[in-house]
């Protein structure tokens, strides 16, 4: 009983730990790139890392995010449109959820790097709240 309990507080806190590790550290090496493109004089090196690098780090994280999570969004909608359901084995609901996340995805890329003004995050709240609803109705009806 023991061991159940390390194994899933260890599989449960490990990645989160990690995951914030990584965060930490990434802005942290994002503060120092903005602090070596601002600094150019030997008094400012002096002074070392400011609250202005981490800002500017954030806003260089947040674009990254952006970039990325459009990336990954359109990956997922190729991947939708690519696969064959008779050769990948992926039934309709399957190709269905790639497309879905990859909406979601471009959406949320959108979102954080700021393109669209309000109607991309009304879009991403709509589209998650037809996707809940319908979750929602298949859980009722049983499938």
Not at 114 to 143: F, Q
């Given at each position: 009983?023991?061991?159940?309990?390390?194994?899933?507080?260890?599989?449960?806190i490990?990645?989160?730990?990690?995951?914030?590790g990584?965060?930490?550290?990434?802005?942290y090496?994002?503060?120092?790139?903005?602090?070596?493109?601002?600094?150019?004089?030997?008094?400012?090196?002096?002074?070392?890392?400011?609250?202005?690098?981490?800002?500017?780090?954030?806003?260089?994280?947040?674009e990254?995010?952006?970039?990325?999570?459009?990336?990954?969004?359109?990956?997922?909608i190729?991947a939708?449109?690519?696969t064959?359901?008779?050769?990948?084995?992926?039934?309709?609901?399957?190709?269905?959820?790639?497309?879905?996340?990859?909406?979601?995805?471009?959406?949320?890329?959108?979102?954080l790097?700021?393109?669209?003004?309000?109607?991309?995050?009304?879009?991403?709240a709509?589209?998650?709240?037809?996707?809940?609803?319908?979750?929602?109705a298949?859980?009722?009806?049983?499938?």
């Amino acid at each position: 009983m023991k061991q159940e309990t390390e194994d899933i507080l260890w599989s449960g806190i490990l990645p989160l730990a990690l995951i914030l590790g990584v965060t930490i550290v990434g802005w942290y090496l994002l503060s120092c790139l903005a602090f070596y493109t601002r600094a150019h004089d030997a008094a400012e090196i002096a002074k070392g890392v400011t609250l202005a690098d981490y800002a500017q780090a954030k806003t260089w994280a947040t674009e990254l995010l952006g970039l990325a999570g459009a990336f990954a969004g359109f990956l997922g909608i190729a991947a939708a449109a690519k696969t064959k359901p008779k050769t990948e084995g992926l039934t309709s609901q399957d190709r269905a959820q790639r497309a879905e996340g990859g909406m979601i995805g471009i959406l949320a890329g959108a979102t954080l790097l700021g393109i669209g003004d309000w109607p991309v995050p009304i879009a991403l709240a709509a589209m998650a709240t037809g996707v809940a609803a319908d979750r929602v109705a298949r859980a009722i009806r049983g499938n």
